[in-house]
């Protein structure tokens, strides 16, 4: 039993990505973002390179379809249902294409993007209708193919659309389960083999779901005001990161 939960892992490095993973998740659930790019950067220290990004996208699946499940109340589905059709070609080009972009141009786009949603005019009425949510969703759904974590990115565009702290969270939860569930799909479709990592996958998940539990309790602490605010410097602070690695890419 104790060697199922383990995989491949030791105890010190199981222990240290649950504890990880239910921190990075009560980040999200607080703020609205920063979680699983954090996730990702500790998993890049501790997995095989081969099965870093599918097993950080099995693991931010379950731990979106757990914060969904506890905000569905707030989650708007119109936004989900054009985000949807998006991600299904987005997932679709990226599983045909399997190209690799250049890192350093994937993340200063990313970045630029998250920047200037943040704290750029508010998107016309247009772009923020049916039709750009279902570009947002294909875009985000392909890179995150290839970079890991384009959470951030969709977060910064749902906060364009909802200024209620739980209805961006809320919304932003239920986006991340859609885009994962198709990127865990494409993994799996091109025979990346997972069943060692099917123990701690599944501690890490159920960790998440105690993280989950514990940020939106902070969350109903907050103002919108605040929320906005900290929401804002948590994306900036991940879209310097992103600079930093592609310059450091180069």
């Known amino acids: 039993m104790i060697e199922l939960l383990l995989g491949p892992l030791s105890p010190g ?26 996730l990702l950067a500790v998993m890049a220290q501790m997995l095989p390179p081969q099965v870093i990004i599918p097993v950080h996208g099995i693991v931010q699946m379950g731990s979106n379809v757990g914060r969904a499940i506890m905000a ?38 990313i970045a630029a993007a998250i920047l ?3 704290w750029g005019p508010k998107l016309p ?5 049916p039709a750009g949510t279902a570009a947002a969703g294909a875009v985000t759904t392909f890179l995150t193919l290839f970079v890991g974590a384009t959470g951030p990115l969709v977060a910064a565009f749902i906060k364009q659309i909802h200024a209620d702290r739980f209805r961006t969270v809320a919304t932003f939860a239920a986006a991340m389960s859609v885009q994962h569930v198709f990127k865990a799909g494409v993994f799996v479709g091109i025979g990346v083999d997972l069943a060692d990592w099917i123990g701690p996958m599944a501690s890490m ?14 969350l109903k602490r907050m103002r919108d005001t605040d929320f906005t605010r900290l929401f804002n410097i948590v994306l900036t602070l991940l879209a310097l990161r992103l600079v930093w690695q592609a310059l450091a890419a180069d």
């Open 13 to 38: 490095l199981w222990a240290a990505l649950v504890v990880t993973a239910a921190f990075t998740s009560m980040m999200t659930a607080a703020l609205g973002a920063g979680g699983g790019v954090m």
């Open 116 to 118: 200037y949603l943040c």
């Open 205 to 218: 998940i159920a960790a998440g779901a105690v993280g989950t539990w514990a940020g939106l309790h902070l």
């Open 125 to 129: 009425r247009l772009v923020l209708g």
């Open 72 to 109: 569905w109340r707030h989650i708007d589905w119109r936004v989900i249902a054009a985000f949807l059709p998006g991600a299904v070609l987005g997932a679709g080009l990226g599983a045909w294409l399997l190209v690799s972009l250049p890192p350093s141009v994937l993340y200063l786009s």
